[in-house]
């Protein structure tokens, strides 16, 4: 078996077992006393670019939508979704880090530890998936979307503890959204790198749910209850 063979092998065990590895994953709010898991009560599969406190469908969560109306798209279906997942990927991860580069100026001293750990993370996160966009030739957005912006100047506008609480919310809500979409894209992915890209990221994602639930437990604050997990949204839509 050659290397790319063996590769090919490794990613598609590790998506097989993916939905295993995700019910085994503790809830990372489970003991944090915040009241509750941090999943948001949302529309997990909107479509459109949005990430606002709302927790408004996210563009990153448009290909797992089109997969649920339309079916299995094919191989050439799927590789169109992998490019608009990863363009989607990419504005929000731009928005992560920016809202918390300002939370690193604005927030208590439990926002700017977390803010600064997401902008790390999510900094390389982008780099990593602007590499697996250069190889599918996918043109990334260079700013952020109107309702991150509107989120942004909303969030410049507030301190304190209006602050501190608008961005753990916002947060959680766009970390489990997105985490949704990439546990879709994960299982369907039709490029081997951005399936590889996509669980390594669903994890260290995973480990930032369990940061903000922290954080939202140290400023006293109450995350919103979570969504259904995936399996139990597939299971709803049929």
């Given amino acids: 078996m050659n290397r790319k063979h063996m590769c090919g092998a490794v990613i598609a065990a590790a998506v097989l077992l993916l939905p295993a590895v995700l019910a085994a994953q503790t809830d990372p709010n489970a003991n944090s006393g915040a009241g509750g898991s941090p999943f948001p009560q949302a529309q997990p599969q909107q479509q459109g670019s949005q990430q606002g406190s709302q927790a408004n469908g996210t563009q990153a969560g448009q290909p797992s939508s089109m997969r649920d109306s339309l079916g299995a798209p094919g191989q050439m279906g799927q590789q169109i979704l992998d490019k608009q997942f990863v363009r989607a990927a990419a504005e929000n991860g731009m928005a992560d880090v920016k809202l918390g580069s300002l939370a690193v100026e604005k927030g208590g001293p439990d926002v700017k530890e977390l803010a600064q750990k997401l902008v790390d993370d999510h900094t390389a996160m982008n780099k990593e998936m602007d590499t697996v966009a250069d190889t599918l030739g996918v043109m990334l957005p260079k700013k952020l979307n109107k309702e991150a912006q509107a989120e942004y100047e909303k969030l410049n506008g507030l301190s304190g503890k209006d602050f501190d609480t608008e961005y ?36 260290t994602m995973h480990e930032h749910l369990g940061l903000i639930s922290k954080a939202a437990k140290a400023e006293g604050i109450t995350l919103p209850p979570r969504p259904p997990r995936p399996a139990a949204a597939n299971a709803a839509n049929k």
């Fill in 168 to 203: 753990l919310t916002y947060t959680v809500k766009a970390h489990w959204q997105t985490r949704h979409s990439y546990y879709m894209e994960a299982t369907a992915a039709a490029d081997p790198d951005l399936q590889s890209q996509v669980i390594k990221d669903m994890e």
